[in-house]
């Protein structure tokens, strides 16, 4: 007789590990590609978090110094009159600034990017394809 070069005779049972072979790699595949898009989700979040970072820290010192130097170029152009008042204006008009920017970082921390969102969709359509209905 000729048997499978394999030396496992051909039937229901090489069938069978066969397919359970199938739904293994299958798994393995699908769980690879998720933890694929996992890691990819962080570091796009991390690399967000990092140009934000720079462009803000940047930004908050190049208006720091145009306000202090606006403000003191103000009162220096009213040094023999009013130097008092344009100090007090400077000081009303900085405070509203700083309200203003704490009122909007508040406002963007409560509107943040959900960092996982597509690994999260991605996780839960294979729950609710593998959910075994009653």
Do not use: C
């Amino acid at each position: 007789m000729n048997e499978p070069e394999s030396g496992v005779a051909a039937g229901p049972a090489s069938g069978f590990w066969s397919a359970v072979a199938h739904v293994l790699t299958t798994l393995v595949d699908m769980l690879y590609t998720r933890l694929e898009l996992l890691f990819l989700d962080l570091q796009e979040g991390s690399e967000r978090l990092l140009g934000l970072l720079i462009w803000s820290l940047m930004g908050l010192l190049a208006a720091a110094m145009t306000l202090f130097l606006g403000a003191l170029s103000l009162i220096f152009i009213f040094w023999d009159t009013h130097r008092v008042l344009v100090a007090l204006l400077m000081t009303a008009a900085f405070a509203a600034l700083a309200i203003t920017a704490a009122l909007v970082v508040g406002a963007k921390v409560r509107a943040r990017h959900a960092l996982f969102a597509a690994t999260l969709t991605e996780f839960s359509k294979d729950r609710q394809h593998f959910k075994v209905t009653p």
